[in-house]
């Protein structure tokens, strides 16, 4: 009784968005010959007004793209910045809905910045699946990342998301055997997230090896979408030695470290440096 | 063994329709699943291929029914407990004595199995969860067996109200990890020992405590916890030539639960599964899944979850550490919502009634979870015939809770 293959067959690949603002931006970034900066913060941290200017002013400072993580009080697949993260959040009296408010207000003012929600079922489910997305993508959300749901399960949501123009972008870890992964990019859209370590995020600092290159490369041959990596950029070196070998760089806990540390005005001075070292860096 | 209500989950993990099928709403699906992150899933699918290979090794099996006599100490008896009976005046209880295993309770029968597959399928250290100890003992005591080290997630909450069991997992040698974040207890516990997975993929087994997480761990556990109710069958069978007519056990996440319920599930036997209801349902502090909550997503599987309007998962509150857990495995889910098993609650109060009077009337303490089905059953007996045979899981030995049981109980002797 061991796990069947995928089922990927119910999928309409046409629809696949080539002309979304993620497609868009990558495009653009192409053109500079530069790798995106994808930054992580979560939603409502430290809380709805401090989280709505940093969001707003994350642009400015440099980020190509935006990931918010909604946040969830179980986040299994997280170290503990991005817990407490969550925590201050909710604590604070987060919900999806106020989430989805931020990014229709951030939408009003910048068209062009990709968002990028990032989370667990669990939240989603409960505010029905369905409404959500169609909610996502009315307040003008390009992405989805959920770190529990597989695509063994992912089938139908990833139907619907794609109807409604929502990427689901897929998570490649360094144990996802060959053979998963035209399930895994079936489902694929916007761009690929490979997880530089077998670990949660944050939890050690990433070490560029020669072999995380040499994935990134056997990756390249399956697929045509953008390749981010992240868990484990904490500084302008590192950033920018992924920015030699991948399409985007992802910063997050690094990010919500120096937000609770230091405010927003200190988040927003890393994500300048970041920016610079990744502009510098090919 | 075939038959449709015991060859579930399907290939999926499901109990119930896969979200895949039909229109392929998440809402309207089965139960269990493997929802879990892309790092964790080539090593579930794994641990899956090696359970079912060593599942039909009789070499495996053999191995296992050796331990399982010889080292844990099976069968455990089949005991009529007369003066309850008596007591309750209508059916007659019997009291599978899990209590009497190595180690103390009934998780030592999951531990034993889930170590002898880490162990032939190479892996160098086991981790576990646990809530009560009695999980983390097990497996302590398993990895000292087969010489493997191992690190035990628990709640700081837990570390106090459980400081017996804590002593005895250093004593074997276990690395004992606190866990301070959210509610600090088995959740959490569960929480952290995933992330602890996930960054050592490569040589660790996790050996989950209950029927739950993500697929293939909640048929895993049960077929481990299934001898229970096996040997039940033969011994009711062997002394009164007939079989039980009710079923009684506790359920934090459900093991010793399944455990007992799965021989039966073709027979004409009622199945209650015994909730935690903590200070009462209507309090809203209470660990009852099932009673007082609501399907969701959350450690690796679909089922019934304690959450509030917004999907957060909430705390659970009940007197026993072994049932203080947000969810349940996603088989009882499947059989609540199939009328084949009905789930009630019991409160704090009630098991705490039922340890006094199982001690007075039969010279047994039982561990608090197990209260919590003592009391159930003494509510069932009460309105049945003497010709009704009701049994009930003593899933373990109240020792480990003698420091909560006596500041309850015997308050006067707690102070002084
Ligand atoms: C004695 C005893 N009974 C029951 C339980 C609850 O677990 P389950 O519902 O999986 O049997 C525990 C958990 O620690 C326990 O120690």
């Known amino acids: 009784m061991s796990a069947t293959p995928l089922n990927t067959e119910t999928l309409n690949t046409e629809t696949l968005n080539t002309d979304s603002r993620l497609a868009r931006r990558f495009a653009a970034l192409r053109e500079e010959n530069r790798a995106a900066l994808v930054t992580y913060v979560m939603a409502g941290d430290p809380d709805l007004e401090q989280s709505r200017q940093l969001l707003e002013r994350l642009p400015q400072a440099g980020a190509d793209i935006i990931e918010l993580g909604m946040p969830f009080s179980d986040p299994m697949a997280d170290g503990v910045a991005i817990q407490r993260a969550g925590d201050r959040a909710l604590a604070n009296g987060q919900t999806l809905a106020l989430t989805l408010d931020m990014v229709r207000d951030f939408r009003e003012r910048d068209a062009d910045t990709p968002i990028v929600l990032m989370g667990y079922l669990n939240p989603i489910q409960r505010f029905g699946e369905d409404r959500f997305l169609q909610a996502a993508a009315d307040a003008g959300v390009d992405g989805l990342i959920l770190v529990d749901l597989p695509p063994e399960h992912g089938v139908a949501l990833t139907a619907k998301a794609r109807d409604l123009g929502l990427a689901r972008i897929p998570l490649v870890a360094p144990t996802t055997p060959p053979e998963r992964l035209p399930a895994l990019l079936a489902q694929g859209d916007g761009f690929v997230y490979r997880i530089a370590f077998n670990g949660v995020t944050g939890s050690q600092r990433l070490d560029i090896a020669a072999s995380l290159g040499d994935s990134i490369g056997e990756l390249r041959q399956q697929i045509s979408l953008p390749v981010a990596v992240g868990f484990g950029v904490r500084d302008g070196d590192t950033a920018a030695a992924v920015a030699r070998i991948a399409d985007a760089v992802v910063v997050g806990s690094a990010l919500v470290e120096r937000l609770a540390e230091d405010g927003v005005e200190s988040a927003l001075a890393l994500v300048e440096a970041l920016a610079e070292a990744i502009q510098a860096a090919r | ?94 009291l599978k004595r899990e209590d009497l295993n190595h180690t103390g309770a009934h998780k030592i029968n999951n531990a034993l199995g889930q170590g002898l597959l880490a162990q032939r399928m190479g892996r160098k250290r086991l981790i576990a969860e646990t809530g009560a100890g009695m999980h983390g003992v097990a497996v302590a005591t ?50 952290e020992a995933l992330r602890d997975w996930v960054a050592h993929v490569d040589d660790t087994f996790y050996i989950i405590g209950t029927v739950a997480g993500p697929a293939p761990y909640p ?29 009684v056990a506790c359920v934090g996440g459900g093991s010793n639960a399944m455990g007992l319920f799965h021989a039966f599930l073709d027979d004409d036997v009622a199945m209650v599964g015994v909730e935690a209801a903590g200070e009462g349902l209507e309090s809203g502090r209470h660990a009852a899944s099932i009673n007082g909550g609501a399907p969701g997503i959350l450690h690796g599987n679909r089922t019934y979850l304690l959450q509030d309007d917004h999907g957060q998962i909430l705390d659970a509150h009940s007197i026993s550490a072994g049932l203080d857990y947000p969810g349940v495995g996603p088989e009882h889910a499947y059989l609540h919502d199939s009328g084949r098993a009905s789930y009630v609650a019991v409160t704090d109060d009630e098991a705490l009634e039922a340890v006094g009077l199982c001690c007075r009337l039969e010279g047994i303490l039982p561990a608090l979870e197990s209260a919590h089905a003592l009391h159930h059953a003494g509510r069932l ?36």
């Open chain 2, 142 to 191: 398993v990895a000292a067996r087969l010489g493997l080290p191992c690190v035990i997630y628990m709640g700081a909450t837990d570390i106090e109200r459980q400081q017996p069991n804590v002593q005895r997992m250093h004593l074997l040698g276990a690395e004992i990890v606190p866990v301070h974040s959210g509610t600090a207890t088995l959740k959490d516990a569960m929480n």
């Open chain 2, 1 to 94: 063994m075939s038959s449709m209500t015991r060859d579930i989950p399907d290939e999926n993990g499901f109990f119930g329709a896969s979200p895949n099928n039909g229109d392929g709403n998440q809402q309207q699906h089965g139960y269990g699943g493997r929802y879990v992150a892309e790092t964790l899933m080539p090593l579930i699918a794994e641990i899956e291929a090696a359970y079912d290979e060593a599942r039909a090794d009789p070499a495996f099996q053999s191995r296992l029914q050796e331990l399982q006599r010889d080292y844990v100490g099976r069968a455990t008896p089949l005991y009529f407990a007369e003066r309850l009976t008596e007591h309750f005046g209508g059916a007659r209880i019997y």
């Open chain 2, 381 to 416: 007996a009460a309105a049945q015939g003497p010709d009704q045979v009701i049994v009930v899981c003593l899933s373990g030995r109240g020792d480990k809770d003698m420091d909560t049981i006596t500041r309850h109980l015997m308050p006067e002797e707690a102070e002084s």
């Open chain 2, 219 to 247: 048929r895993m556990v049960r077929d481990f916890q299934s001898v229970i109710g096996v040997e039940t069958r033969e011994q009711l069978l062997a002394t009164q030539g007939r079989l039980p007519d009710t079923l």
